[in-house]
């Protein structure tokens, strides 16, 4: 999982970009309806996320704040992560109208 990352979920899931990120820190792996697991390498912590009614939406604001909270990212958030710190709500002509952000 850490030398491959791309291997576990593709290259725009979760998983991986959370690993390419935080390479050998984080170990990572999406599961169906709304879960989340996520090892802190060194640490020998692992965190498991679930989302009661199944929605993927909040998982991004969920781990990042996670991560954060155990000192696990840098001071500067990597691009990929600083996106998915507060998640975008968009409407259908695709302008933003709100954001989805974890408050732990």
């Not at 090892?39 to 009661?52: D, F, L, S, T, Y």
């Not at 409407?91 to 732990?104: E, L, M, P, S, Y």
Request: glycine fraction near 10%.
């Amino acid at each position: 999982m850490i030398t491959e990352p791309d291997m576990v979920g593709g290259i725009d899931a979760r998983d991986s970009i959370l690993m390419r990120a935080l390479p050998g820190m984080v170990v990572a792996k999406a599961g169906a309806e709304g879960v989340q697991a996520m090892g802190i390498v060194r640490r020998a912590i692992g965190v498991a996320i679930k989302v009661e009614d199944g929605a993927d939406r909040p998982l991004w604001p969920i781990c990042v704040a996670i991560l954060r909270r155990l000192d696990v990212l840098p001071e500067s958030l990597p691009a990929e992560l600083l996106k998915a710190w507060q998640a975008e709500l968009k409407n259908t002509r695709g302008d933003r109208v709100g954001f989805v952000r974890a408050c732990i």
